[in-house]
């Protein structure tokens, strides 16, 4: 396993995949219903190279695509699975949702996907990030469906995929299960861990210290925290030159805000690898080779 005392043993970020990375926000958020069917196909429309999208357990084993604890803000109030958590309803309740029309009458009937549906339409032609929401710090289903299911998915995922979490304890948790049950010859997943200085999130992480807990391999902190400024140029120098981790943030919605982030910094400090953003058909261009 990747430990985090081990830098020279980082698994490399998609390194066949051209700079710098771009990964639409639980797709093209901006132009169609986040995490939807409809807004995947939108982002790969708009050019955008990778997607961003969150995933919970379903209460039969299923993976579903969704960010939200519950399906209150997406879903209609009188069809929003009566505001149960999705690991607390089977599939083939929650594929009856409507997760459309929140955005727009057009997108009625929308419905969250389930990963895998994903994964086969989109890899490995383009690249994703699955996020993993979880709460749990033991016990916890999640890190052993997805390395299940990403071995039954094979070579259509290899080099294709990355975990990445706010909880470093499922994101440790998915990278020791991946190990149990990846076949031989196949290529390691990087991860991430995600944080940022919000209320919601457990005051020890909110700096990047669950990068240390879970032994992650690239980090993932909100933008203003890898800003070009004194402090995010230390920040960045510890993270990138002395513990070897690549930066992507988010969420980079501006285009000349994307361009200072991934442009070097004084004293060799390189940019970051890339950025997650809402608005891919904005950033356009922004990739070097």
Not at 197 to 202: F, N, W
Request: aromatic share 6%.
């Amino acid at each position: 396993m990747n430990l985090p005392g081990n830098p020279s043993k980082r698994i490399p970020l998609l390194p066949d995949r051209k700079r710098p990375l771009v990964f639409a926000h639980r797709g093209c958020s901006s132009l169609a219903p986040e995490n939807t069917m409809a807004a995947f196909i939108k982002a790969q429309e708009t050019g955008a190279p990778g997607i961003e999208l969150d995933i919970h357990p379903t209460a039969d084993g299923k993976l579903v695509v969704v960010h939200d604890d519950t399906f209150i803000r997406t879903a209609p109030p009188d069809h929003n699975g009566g505001g149960k958590k999705p690991e607390e309803l089977i599939y083939d309740e929650i594929r009856r949702l409507d997760a459309g029309s929140f955005f727009g009458s057009r997108w009625s009937g929308e419905r969250p996907p389930l990963l895998e549906e994903v994964l086969e339409t989109f890899c490995p032609v383009m690249y994703v990030d699955i996020e993993l929401k979880s709460r749990k710090t033991k016990d916890d289903p999640l890190p052993g469906l997805l390395a299940a299911k990403l071995r039954a998915l094979g070579k259509l995922i290899s080099a294709a995929v990355t975990v990445s979490s706010f909880n470093p304890f499922c994101l440790r948790a998915f990278k020791r299960a991946w190990q149990q049950v990846k076949a031989e010859g196949t290529a390691d997943i990087p991860t991430a861990v995600i944080w940022c200085a919000d209320g919601e999130v457990p005051w020890i992480l909110r700096r990047g210290f669950g990068r240390i807990m879970s032994g992650c391999d690239y980090l993932k902190p909100i933008h203003t925290q890898a800003a070009v400024n004194l402090g995010g140029a230390l920040s960045r120098f510890r993270w990138q030159i002395i513990e070897k981790r690549p930066i992507v943030p988010w969420t980079v919605d501006d285009r000349t805000l994307a361009k200072r982030l991934l442009a070097p910094l004084p004293a060799g400090i390189p940019g970051c690898e890339g950025i997650i953003t809402n608005r891919p058909q904005d950033m356009c261009g922004l990739r070097e080779s």
